[in-house]
């Protein structure tokens, strides 16, 4: 069963930085693209930035410019590096993973959520 643990959230002043880390473990084939969302209280999930096999990446315009995604292949790890945070940016962080398990089998998976609180 594969398995992704979240970690790297925490309380931070407004203008300060964190680096969350999201680690894949367990039967994994290969990956397709890894991503960070994130759930602000009484909000929607949103889709923040994305990271894909072929090393493109996207951002959403939120984020763009102060946000930085980012993959470490031999440790099956994504990070997502925070500068300039706002407190529109208070909001749980989660990892998704599209891998395949085998050559013809893919699916997603998602980190357990972290938490991250930008405010004074």
């Known amino acids: 069963q594969v398995q992704l643990v979240e970690s790297g959230g925490g309380l931070v002043q407004p203008g300060g930085s964190l680096r969350l880390s999201c680690a894949a473990s367990?039967?994994?084939?290969?990956?397709?693209?890894m991503g960070w969302y994130r759930q602000a209280p009484g909000k929607q999930r949103e889709l923040i930035a994305t990271?894909?096999?072929?090393?493109?990446?996207n951002y959403a315009d939120s984020v763009k410019g102060r946000f930085t995604i980012s993959r470490d292949n031999a440790k099956n790890t994504v990070y997502l590096q925070m500068n300039s945070l706002k407190p529109e940016d208070t909001a749980v962080y989660y990892c998704?993973?599209?891998?395949?398990?085998?050559?013809?089998?893919?699916?997603?998976?998602w980190g357990q959520g972290t938490q991250v609180i930008v405010s004074s």
């Open positions: 998704n993973a599209r891998l395949y398990t085998s050559t013809q089998t893919w699916d997603d998976y």
């Open positions: 990271h894909n096999s072929g090393g493109g990446r």
């Open positions: 367990g039967s994994i084939f290969s990956f397709v693209a």
